[in-house]
């Protein structure tokens, strides 16, 4: 294959030697063709990986002919994770696996094709090959995400504008039934622990502030500066985008948005309440020291939860993903890259060592980072607070950057899969008028040939031939005691994102 990158790689199959050549050129222009023909499918290939996070298989670089391991992370991203040193594998070795899966495909039987077909098209009577020509379908999650998320924007413009005083009301509800839906969610992914984050319970804070102590003045100033600070800013700091069809980017965006947006109709007394407000400056109390100590309670908690009550849980198990986790292997996060480029510098961390996410250097960086964040996002909020244009200002840019990333994955994604039903279209016309009179041709229809014996081994293949015979190049195949064993869900979930990307 061609050089790799240590975040992101291309895993299509690299071309053979000389001897191989139409062989490999085959091989490249087959797994060109299901890349293009899946490229569609970039959500279903997300939500995959989520179920493959922290797990480790292996490929072969056939350029060096050594072995390489990657590792699927916590964010969804594929890494180099080492170089195995003194184990080469042929072309030989990858010409023969073509060839068992071929073989293995046309040796299965009828029932565990069926099994096989519903595994990767969902239907057990549909053959993969219809499978990968078919243009995207949304699902049905993402249709209801949708049609909410339209309504819900829709309706929270009208409120605001007709009925504000009904705009809480529609915030606790809403809310409820997405966070909800988010920790049963999350909870298969081994995420759940991202609920105890601070942009919770600063939406916690809000929704008992305004229920239950609405005369509470210095409570709802700290709650302003919050929302208008931290919570708000995190829009534009993790890319919050306003994407309907998804009710996981949906979900983010709101409970950044809403909070913010109850305590801005207060504040300028678009809801009818009894708080009593001066123009001047907020007040040192409701500017630091009640915002600081509501983020203080927050971390004590957090540290808490993580550290003694599930200590014992996270300990047993390195999938379980929380904030700190999370951050802390993220290679491509601009704080990890920082904070690693720092402790290497002054002795913490030796040059070839690698940020550990388990270690007591990152829990302190990050509560570190958190605090420094907090001190920083909180320092504006007094301005907004005295002035009614210039928190409207400051609102709209917030939400039209959100607005702006989510029109900038529907441009750059969703016209992708768009124009890929034409252009497979137009292929099927070009390769329907042209005849074949040439050395080349002859190629292309051997290349469409082996595309056609690929395509319906996939299709017929039996899920134990693929592991009796070692088809994909895993921990089975590598003499290394640190690899982990794949699974058969492991191995085939491994095939699918292969076909996938």
Known sequence: MEEIGEDEIDRSEPPLESG?????????????????????????????????????????????????????????????????????????????????LVQAGKEVPIKARRNWRKAVTGDPDKRIRDHMKETPQVKMLDKISFTMGVIVICLSEWLILRQPNLFSYFYYSVMAILLAYRYYDYALQKAELFMLDFCYFVNFSVVMQTAFF?????WFKAN??????????????????????????????FLHAFPTMVCHLYRWRIVDHSLKFREEYIGLEAHFAYPLGIY????????????????QRLAADPEIITSQRYLSRDKKNFITKFVTKMCKKYGYLKESDEFDSESFLAKVVFVLTQVIYTLVTILHPPLLFKSYYLSCVFLVFVFTTAVWNGA?????????????????????????????TSSKDGDEDLDEEFNDDFAEALDEIDVNELLANHILIGPDDVDDATSTTSSKGEILETLEIFIKN
């Open 408 to 436: 900038s994955y529907y441009i750059e994604i969703f016209s992708t899969r768009y124009n890929l039903k034409y252009v497979v279209k137009a292929d099927k016309e070009r390769k329907g008028s042209e005849s074949v």
């Open 214 to 218: 609405p005369d509470n003045l210095l």
């Open 224 to 253: 302003y500066v919050l929302t208008m600070g931290p919570i708000c800013i995190a829009i534009m700091v993790w890319k919050n985008s306003l994407v309907f069809h998804s009710l996981d980017k949906l979900t983010s965006f």
């Open 296 to 311: 203080v309670a927050w971390q004590i908690g957090y540290l808490f939860m993580t550290e003694v009550a599930l200590h």
């Open 20 to 100: 191989d050549s139409n062989l490999g050129n085959q091989t490249q222009s087959l797994y060109d063709q299901l890349k293009k023909e899946v490229t569609d499918r970039g959500m279903e290939v997300k939500e995959t990986l989520k179920k493959f996070q922290g797990k480790v298989f292996h490929a072969v670089d056939q350029t060096r002919g050594i072995m390489l391991r990657y590792r699927v992370g916590l964010d969804g991203r594929i890494t180099l994770e080492k170089r195995l040193k003194g184990i080469y594998v042929t072309a030989e070795k990858i010409h023969e696996a073509q060839q068992n």
